[in-house]
């Protein structure tokens, strides 16, 4: 292995570290010195790949929000026509998982709320990358078909997860994500159009 090659490996190996532990304890809950043990790195060789722990998580929020895109497109790959009802299905499955291998999108919003101006654009350009991949998928049962009905689809997957994680009640959790999934996978009702044609007196009955 070369020793660019190497170096890329230690900067990816950062990485992943750096997003595992602000997926779990938050930006403030962990310095250079944690983000350096977790990837069994020293501090000073941390600072050769990232000039501060803000750039580390600026990049943390790039990769875990692309990670989204790329699970978006494998079940889009995977399972055609049914991709969106499997996905939903995954993604709501996830409130389960550790908090450290959790979805960046969800896990890491609140930590982004609170972030500099660098890494909240960071995130709303990933954010919308992952719209754009779940409009652009083949047609699937009652996937979002507009920009605005992907974005409020994620807001319903990452808030129901969200609140899911946060109850101590594990039937209320199950409970908060059952009304998730069928409110995204709902068959859609179809309206029947009023065609505003008033009924017809007796008398005018009486004399057709």
């Excluded at 990232?50 to 790039?62: C, L």
């Excluded at 996905?87 to 999108?105: I, N, P």
């Excluded at 059952?178 to 007796?202: D, F």
Aim: charged share 25%; hydrophobic share 40%; net charge positive.
């Amino acid at each position: 292995m070369s020793r660019s090659e190497q170096k890329l490996q230690t900067r990816r190996r950062i990485l992943d570290a750096a997003g595992r532990s602000f997926r779990k304890g938050g930006y403030d809950g962990v310095g250079v010195d944690g983000l350096a043990k977790q990837a069994g790195v020293t501090s000073g060789a941390f600072y050769v790949h990232f000039d501060s722990k803000a750039t580390a998580f600026r990049e943390s929020i790039v990769q875990g929000v692309s990670d989204v895109v790329r699970g978006v497109q494998h079940f889009q790959a995977e399972h055609g026509k049914n991709w969106w009802e499997e996905f939903v299905r995954f993604y709501l499955a996830k409130r389960k998982c550790d908090l450290a291998e959790s979805c960046g999108l969800q896990s890491l919003t609140p930590e982004v709320a609170r972030a500099d101006t660098l890494s909240r654009s960071a995130f709303t350009t990933e954010l919308l990358k992952v719209a754009n991949a779940i409009i652009g998928g083949p047609p699937s049962t009652n996937a979002p078909g507009t920009l605005d009905e992907a974005q409020a689809a994620l807001a319903t997957l990452i808030g129901a997860v969200t609140l899911a994680r946060a109850v101590d009640d594990p039937s209320l959790a199950k409970r908060i994500a059952t009304a998730a999934e069928h409110t995204l996978l709902a068959q859609p009702k179809h309206k029947t159009k009023s065609t505003n044609v008033k009924p017809r007196s007796r008398r005018a009955q009486a004399t057709s």
